[in-house]
């Protein structure tokens, strides 16, 4: 059985970074053919695709957070990290972490293993 948990402070002030770290266990995000997203869901509003890392390490983002997104991988501990800049108020949200067997879009996701989600907030 997949399990994916995110991990990562519940709040941010304005013009940091955001960094959250997604662990999985029961699977490898390195030698399984899949691609590891973060998503988040701000209040009120519907699910946002921010970015994914396939397995074979590239990555793609949603064009509206490209300029402000990181996604990174730590092979050693199956670990794959969100990294979002100069985050303001707009970026609170609940932010999960999932897996898709083919690779997600704006336009197309399709996950079948997803994290709890952990909350966080930007507030001075």
């Known amino acids: 059985q997949v399990q994916l948990q995110e991990s990562g402070p519940g709040l941010v002030k304005p013009s940091q970074t955001l960094s959250l770290t997604c662990t999985v266990s029961g699977g490898s995000i390195v030698t399984d053919y899949y691609y590891w997203s973060w998503i988040r869901q701000p209040p009120g509003k519907g699910l946002e695709w921010i970015g994914y890392?396939?397995?074979?390490?590239?990555?793609s983002y949603s064009p509206s957070l490209k300029s402000r997104t990181s996604i990174s991988r730590d092979m050693s501990k199956n670990q794959f990290t969100l990294q979002l800049s100069s985050v303001t108020p707009e970026d609170t949200a609940v932010y999960y972490c999932a897996r898709s067997p083919r690779p997600p879009s704006d336009s197309y996701q399709e996950y079948d293993y997803w994290g709890q989600g952990t909350q966080v907030t930007v507030s001075s």
């Open positions: 890392i396939a397995y074979g390490g590239s990555t």
